[in-house]
DNA sequence: TAACTGACGGAGC
DNA sequence: AGCTCCGCCAGTT
């Protein structure tokens, strides 16, 4: 079986996500091996194929806010998705601890 | 082929 | 706390 190319390594580390918990693009690219290619993550989720089970909308920016902009439609689906795992989502800001954060 | 862009991040001011 | 600049790297124009 061929290996997983950077997209599915990418898919799979933000599958492993749990619910009710965000990572960043930063965070991701690092658990995917990619480094500082936290820009590639936007691009691989960009390219998720139809029926996929990819969490998505768990993956923000590293300042804990949506990649987004507040009031597009990306916006809310990402925003609502949240909030039904029991994420509190204020103004873009996800006000949860991120996956790997421990106290 | 060169320049630009982008669901980013971190450092500098 | 907010803005700017630079780095990364692959896909587009």
Redesign the pocket.
């Known amino acids: 079986m061929n290996e997983p190319t950077k997209d599915e390594k990418i898919w799979q580390v933000v599958a492993a996500i749990p619910v009710g918990k965000v990572a ?3 965070q991701v690219a690092h658990m995917a091996g990619l ?9 691989a ?2 390219k ?1 194929p139809s029926g996929h089970s990819i969490p ?1 909308y768990r ?1 923000i ?3 804990g806010k949506i ?2 902009p507040v009031g597009s439609e ?1 916006f809310e689906v ?1 925003a609502q998705s949240l909030r039904a795992e029991g994420v509190l989502v204020v103004d873009g800001q996800v006000l949860i601890r991120q996956f790997g954060w421990r106290p």
Do not use: E, N, P, T
Request: no cysteine; charged share 20%; aromatic share 16%.
């Open positions: 960043s693009y930063g480094g500082r290619q936290a820009r590639y993550i936007g691009k989720l960009g998720l998505w993956v920016r590293s300042d990649a987004f990306a990402q």
